[in-house]
């Protein structure tokens, strides 16, 4: 059985008092040309690195009215690069935060600069979530007040307690720093400080979601193992890190009853 770009079938199997050329019905060509034109689009839109209908399994449907331009779209450019962004700054934090308590590094430097960016970016970034659309049902809802109300009642509360906490820990770091001498109260206050940051680590709940969105992108499996393989790494990684500073804490403000420490006899400076 054979197509001819006319429409006609061309069968060659049949009797020869049968007609040789069969012309399609005008129905079936509006059912194929309508098949083509949704796989060519279905195509296109899956096509990319991030997928929009990866990011919320439905094809987007604005939920209500009084949709607003400075509303962003959850599955948009800048929103996915503003959370890459927002996931490497958490993976700073936490693996610079247990070193700098460990190892009691003075606050100034870089320490300083990144104790001053964390709160501010998280600040931008509670504001931005009173403007960035959610999935709800399968429906995008692009509505400011919905996503306003949606947000109030999910997030905000612990959002706001953790940046509050950031900074509380930027100013009693600053205090300390600027009092450094005068008083051992004050000494304390950066001690107090970076303690109170690890409120912070709460965001990693936050990058798991994230990280789960991207491994939802990924259209084969291998990249989707590999890509697994490398989290996996890095959290034991990470993991590894956050013990040996604490050992190493351990080891230097621990009590001890004779004096004696074992960083004093079998740690090496670098």
Not at 18 to 45: F, K, N, Q
Not at 183 to 202: D, E, P, Q
Not at 223 to 232: A, E, G, H, M
């Amino acid at each position: 059985l054979e197509v001819e770009p006319s429409g006609k079938f061309i069968v060659s199997t049949l009797p020869l008092n049968w007609p040789r050329a069969l012309s399609m019905r005008e129905g079936w060509h509006e059912v194929t040309l309508g098949s083509t034109e949704y796989s060519r689009r279905r195509d296109i839109e899956s096509s990319g690195p991030l997928r929009r209908r990866q990011w919320g399994s439905h094809p987007a449907q604005e939920f209500g009215s009084g949709i607003a331009w400075y509303v962003f779209d959850p599955g948009s450019r800048f929103i996915v690069l503003w959370l890459a962004f927002g996931n490497l700054l958490l993976l700073h934090d936490v693996t610079l935060l247990p070193f700098a308590m460990a190892w009691d590094i003075p606050h100034g430097g870089w320490l300083a600069v990144s104790a001053w960016i964390t709160p501010m970016f998280w600040t931008l970034d509670v504001s931005r979530l009173f403007f960035t659309g959610f999935w709800k049902g399968g429906e995008l809802v692009m509505n400011p007040r919905q996503i306003a109300y949606n947000y109030l009642r999910t997030w905000f509360l612990c959002d706001g307690i953790v940046v509050s906490c950031d900074w509380v820990s930027v100013l009693l770091s600053e205090v300390a720093s600027a009092s450094e001498g005068k008083s051992f109260k004050f000494v304390r206050f950066s001690k107090v400080g970076r303690a109170i940051r690890i409120i912070g680590m709460l965001r990693m709940l936050r990058g798991v979601r994230f990280v789960e969105k991207v491994m939802e992108t990924f259209s084969t499996d291998g990249v989707r193992i590999c890509f697994t393989l490398c989290s996996l790494f890095t959290f034991i990684l990470w993991v590894s890190h956050v013990l040996a500073c604490i050992w190493f804490a351990v080891g230097r403000y621990g009590h001890s009853d004779t004096g004696a420490r074992w960083i004093s006899e079998h740690a090496t400076r670098v």
